[in-house]
């Protein structure tokens, strides 16, 4: 029965001693609740040691170090577009084509030109080859007369001053001078003699020879000019059938050109070899012409030695002869010197055609020229790169028909635009009360809103020298160079620049909302022994959200940052619930207030 009575007992006692337990943890909860908000609170910030920057910060929109428009020299449809909106290229990178047909005829074109104001170039100096030839043997054989006739006029000279004195001795210079004009004439006669043996040989040997040789020449150059024109419409046929490339269809053009030049070489050739065989008989007939004259001048210098003998012989009645003698000599040389200047004045006629020649090779040299600008114009269809760099524009399509830059400079739109993001820039406007702040060389500090961890050094490279008004505040416009920029840098992005002035390292420091000021004397506010204390401190530089401490704290404290004020009574209900209104706050700006 005791047993049943203490067991009843332990099962009533557990259950009251557990509530006793549970209402007295409950009541110190309580307790220490209503405690902790009747109470003031504090956060804390923590003495260490850290790097403190001061800068003046602006913003501004990043922009690359060049942009390139890219046009078309030439005229065209658009063939081939090789790039795309942000393609990477490198310098000499193929990016566009243009249609090179009408570019590729016009090369054609000044070839045929060229070739034709060469071979008129070679047809003018052939000319005035031949003429030289001509006149030099004309002017050669005047210059012989004038030299026979002024010999002959010394020797009337001499005859008719010497007339008077001869007496005795007339008869034995008669008798030589006959005998030395016979020996003339035989001489002149076996020179005729061997010119028309030379004549002979040329006519029957010489030229058929030359001739034989030239025929030759022209029907082999005739034959392969055919080879030439079948091999290159044969290769025509066989491209069009699309058998063989198209440089097989050149090279065998290249071969019909030469095939036509030799042709027309070899035809030249038969011209100009008529014009020399007519020449050289020429001057081979002229010479036996003068040959005969010096025969018959020698017979007529014989008649008068026998004349003169004659004369001689019949006493003194000569000295009328040779003053007639005298004078028809004056007249001879007269009438050869006459010649002579006439065959001058027809070599300046040469001068005429040397400047035909001149004006040939001014066409060679212009037809060189428009060949030249002509595959100047070929290369043009195919646009390289001018430098690397990503495309930024593309303003143009496969088929579009693009005008030449060269003919409207400025007035037409880039094909293409290229940005230079090796390096990159950005302009800043900065307020005219910090720039006193700001110089060239300074670092600055450049971020993005997209990446705002990413932050790339840069520095200042310009400040403008006039402000200008945005939204009535002045600003001055700072250039700021990005020093190795970050490939997500996009051009046209807003960024932040921050331009460093003045930065310590390793120093202690403290937040600044822990810190207060008063008449330039500063404070902070730290526990001890669980109460709040203000210590006095030296600071240093102040950044955003630290300040460098230089004295009065140590590394490791704990200052107070924030002070929280106790909250109004709360109503007592199981739940917790407390009538609304107005919390504690907290500090603001650099310090505690």
Not at 410 to 439: F, H, K, Y
């Amino acid at each position: 029965m005791a047993r049943k009575t203490k067991a009843s007992a332990l099962r009533w006692i557990i259950p009251v001693l557990v509530i006793l337990a549970v209402t007295a943890v409950y009541a110190g909860v309580m307790r220490a609740r209503s405690n902790d908000k009747n109470s003031v609170r504090y956060e804390f910030g923590t003495v260490q040691r850290g790097d403190v920057r001061n800068y003046v910060s602006a913003s501004g929109v990043i922009q690359p170090w060049k942009v390139v428009d890219i046009k078309s020299n030439v005229a065209g449809r658009v063939e081939k577009l090789f790039v795309d909106l942000g393609d990477r290229v490198k310098a000499g990178d193929l990016i566009a084509l243009i249609d090179p047909t009408d570019a590729q005829v016009a090369v054609e074109q000044a070839k045929a030109d060229l070739q034709a104001a060469e071979a008129k170039k070679a047809q003018a100096e052939v000319t005035v080859q031949q003429q030289k030839a001509q006149t030099a043997a004309r002017i050669l054989a005047a210059q012989k007369a004038v030299e026979s006739a002024r010999a002959r006029l010394a020797q009337a000279k001499a005859s008719m001053e010497a007339q008077p004195k001869l007496t005795v001795q007339s008869i034995k210079q008669a008798e030589a001078a006959l005998n030395s004009a016979r020996k003339a004439v035989q001489q002149a006669q076996q020179t005729k003699a061997q010119l028309e043996d030379q004549l002979a040989q040329l006519r029957d040997v010489t030229i058929p020879l030359n001739v034989e040789t030239v025929e030759s020449a022209l029907l082999q150059a005739k034959a392969n000019l055919d080879v030439a024109q079948a091999e290159y419409q044969r290769q025509r046929e066989l491209f069009t059938k699309g058998f063989v490339a198209k440089s097989d269809v050149e090279q065998a053009e290249a071969k019909l050109a030469t095939a036509q030049a030799a042709y027309r070489t070899a035809e030249q050739r038969r011209r100009t070899l008529q014009k020399e065989n007519d020449l050289a008989v020429k001057e081979l007939e002229a010479r036996i012409a003068a040959t005969q004259a010096s025969i018959e001048e020698g017979e007529a210098r014989v008649a008068q030695a026998e004349a003169a003998l004659e004369l001689a012989k019949q006493n003194r009645y000569q000295d009328d002869v040779r003053r007639q003698e005298y004078e028809a000599a004056a007249a001879a040389v007269k009438q050869a010197e006459a010649e002579l200047a006439s065959a001058k004045a027809e070599y300046n006629q040469i001068l005429v055609r040397q400047k035909d020649v001149a004006s040939a090779v001014t066409q060679v040299v212009r037809a060189r020229a428009a060949l030249h600008q002509a595959e100047t114009n070929l290369r043009y269809t195919r646009i390289v790169a001018p430098r690397d760099g990503i495309v930024i524009a593309k303003n143009v399509e496969e088929g579009t028909v693009v005008p030449s830059s060269r003919a409207s400079i400025g007035a037409t739109n880039p094909m293409l635009q290229l940005a230079d993001t090796s390096r990159m820039w950005v302009v800043c406007s900065v307020d005219e009360t910090d720039i006193g702040q700001v110089s060239v060389g300074q670092k600055v500090t450049v971020k993005v809103d997209a990446y705002p961890s990413l932050l790339v050094e840069g520095k200042v490279i310009r400040i403008d020298p006039q402000a200008k008004v945005e939204q009535n505040v002045t600003m001055i416009p700072v250039t700021v160079e990005v020093e190795e920029p970050d490939e997500r840098f996009k051009p046209g992005m807003t960024a932040e620049c921050e331009f460093l002035i003045e930065e310590v390292t390793n120093v202690l420091t403290v937040p600044n909302e822990a810190l207060r000021e008063s008449d330039g004397v500063y404070k902070v506010m730290k526990l001890v022994d669980g109460k709040p204390k203000e210590v006095e401190v030296e600071v240093g530089i102040a950044g955003p959200d630290v300040t460098e401490i230089r004295s009065g704290l140590k590394e490791g404290e704990q200052v107070i940052t924030k002070i929280i004020q106790p909250e109004p009574e709360a109503v007592n209900n199981p739940f917790g619930f407390r009538p609304p209104g107005p919390r504690g706050g907290g500090g603001a700006g650099r310090g505690m207030r």
